[in-house]
């Protein structure tokens, strides 16, 4: 039996009736220590009254002599709708961010805890603060921690999820009717082992820009850097905002009207694919709005994803969308301001610490310093340093693919997550410079020949044109993917349609799209225009 039912099991399952004591003494469980509870009036996002605790659980001393433990949030509304949310995360945790229950398509009103909804949100099994002396952006220092390796992939949530049920069935006199999971990026990822593994912890999971291949994405970030510091050394300068534009409005030109609208919105990227040639903007004699050959070898070369020396694929295919203009886009892939230093052209170091210490085994060592970082993923070498993400040793007994995926990911069937009755809904923009999403694309194909063509009835999958990693970019990026999630698990009524648009904050979308409403389709299917009003969404059809 799982180790973590057993402790609930271990727990009073039942507190005294209409109990609402804000304090630390209602709640208990081993291991675990409150540090504060106490009523919070709505402010920020946070829209209702609720009672917010902050705990820790099960503090150890690692092998590395650090402290670690499962730092937490755990936020109950006082008007309680019998549902509870559990946050995934993104990036390398390390920080209790608020317990709202958000995501990035919403808006504060349509997250978990403004629905009446308790809400639960870590760090991951480790503190960032412990790592600070390492001059490291992101914490990824405790990559040196088997254990809070295996924490920070998916033992927090399998050592959490009961106890903090346990609190709210103490604090409300009752247990959660409905159960939720709610993450993006690196909680998307965490969501999607969440179902696999976890397959009877939540009736509902909603899934943003899933990294279900972590490791693998993360020598991408090598392959990047390597071939943009091919063009120049000075990588801001390898491809500038106006290379990106012109490419932007290259792809837009063959494509944007295959969805039967010439818009800015690429609703058929698939089809789009098939009519991108790089090659067509090399410079020649006299012209002016073109790219170099050595920018158009580095983009392809990014796209076709990370190779070998023997041609064998170590990640995955990207796709060509307008929104490689974005802010977004060129923050993961060319430059970003990184907090720790100031401006900083180098964003390799976003993905170069965690890539040495926490998904290759046995960690690397590599100094705190954009410079070191970078010259790290300069030497990474694809034949011999790519296989040390399925490497174990004795020290470190799982690999970071066995800690950090699915463990049917390379062949996703879900059928005990199915099989309990779990529904879940993934969302992605085409333009994702930080997780392909050709690569969830072949995961949902997989996944839906598993299930004889019928992944739907468990499994909804929306690809958002034009959207980056999360909000931003030409996209329509506010749309409500919770509501339809909670229909389903709740009234059974599967999720159809998503209506899309700008959100207001977003200066990326094109004028034209200010008023527009675009229905996002299931996949495979596509949002195809009929004719009538541009800016209603009655006036596409998914095909």
């Known amino acids: 039996m799982n180790k973590a039912w057993l402790l609930c099991l271990a727990l009073p399952m039942v507190a005294k009736a209409g ?9 208990h469980a081993p291991g675990l220590t409150i540090k504060s509870a106490q009523w919070e009036s709505p402010t920020g996002d946070a829209l209702v009254e609720n009672c917010r605790v902050e705990g820790v659980l099960d503090p150890y001393k690692g092998m590395d002599g650090r402290n670690y433990a499962i730092g937490f949030e755990l936020r109950l509304p006082k008007n309680w709708h019998h549902d509870f949310a559990y946050q995934f995360n993104g990036g390398n945790d390390g920080i209790v961010v608020p317990a709202l229950g958000n995501a990035s398509s919403l808006t504060p009103k349509q997250y978990a805890l403004n629905r009446g909804m308790a809400v639960v949100s870590s760090n991951g099994g480790h503190d960032e603060q412990e790592f600070k002396d390492m001059g490291l952006a992101g914490g990824s220092g405790f990559g040196w921690d088997a254990r809070a390796r295996s ?15 346990q609190m709210i069935t103490q604090f409300y006199g009752q247990a959660a009717k409905y159960r939720y999971g709610i993450g993006a990026s690196n909680g998307g990822r965490m969501a999607m082992v969440a179902a696999s593994r976890f397959p009877n ?20 970030h090598a392959w990047d850097i390597q071939h943009l510091h091919a063009v120049n050394s000075d990588l801001k ?14 792809i837009l030109k063959q494509c944007d009207d295959l969805d039967g609208l010439k818009d800015g919105l690429i609703f058929n990227p698939k089809q789009c694919q098939k009519l991108v040639n790089l090659q067509d903007l090399v410079c020649h004699a006299g012209q002016k709005d073109c790219l170099s050959q050595s920018k158009v070898n580095a983009l392809v070369a990014i796209h076709n994803g990370p190779h070998n020396s023997q041609g064998k694929a170590l990640y995955s295919r990207w796709y060509y969308d307008a929104g490689m203009s974005s802010n977004n886009w060129r923050f993961w892939k060319v430059e ?7 401006y900083n052209p180098l964003i390799a170091v976003m993905g170069a610490s965690s890539l040495a210490q926490i998904f290759t085994t046995p960690p690397t ?7 070191a970082l970078v010259d790290y993923l300069l030497k990474f070498n694809f034949d011999t340093d790519a296989p040390k993400i399925y490497a174990k040793t004795k020290a470190f007994p799982e690999s970071s693919m066995e800690f950090m995926t699915p463990p049917d990911a390379a062949n996703p069937t879900m059928s005990a997550f199915k099989k309990a009755g779990g529904k879940m809904i993934i969302y992605q923009g085409d333009s994702d410079p930080v997780f392909s999403i050709v690569d969830t694309i072949h995961w949902y194909n997989k996944l839906n020949q598993n299930h004889n063509g019928k992944a739907r009835d468990f499994v909804t999958f929306y690809e958002v044109p034009g959207m980056p990693h999360g909000k931003g970019g030409p996209s329509l990026d506010q749309f409500d993917v919770l509501s339809p999630l909670i229909a389903w698990v709740e009234k059974g009524k599967s999720p159809d349609r998503v209506i ?4 207001a904050d977003n200066p990326e979308v094109p004028k034209t799209l200010l008023k527009a409403k675009r229905p996002l389709c299931p996949y495979p299917t596509i949002a195809v225009y009929e004719g009538g009003n541009k800016d209603s969404a009655s006036s596409f059809i998914c095909h």
């Open 19 to 27: 109990v609402m004591a804000c304090d630390p003494s209602t709640f």
């Open 151 to 165: 924490l920070y992939g998916y033992k927090a949530v399998e050592l959490l999820y009961p106890v903090a049920n």
């Open 201 to 220: 912890f939540f009736n509902g999971i909603l899934v943003g820009y899933p990294g279900f291949n972590l490791p693998k994405a993360a020598i991408q």
């Open 237 to 250: 300068q390898s491809l500038t905002p106006k290379d990106m534009s012109l490419v932007s409005h290259y």
């Open 336 to 342: 970003s301001p990184i907090p720790a230093w100031g």
């Open 365 to 371: 060592h590599v100094k705190g310093t954009p410079k």
């Open 500 to 503: 899309s648009q700008a959100r």
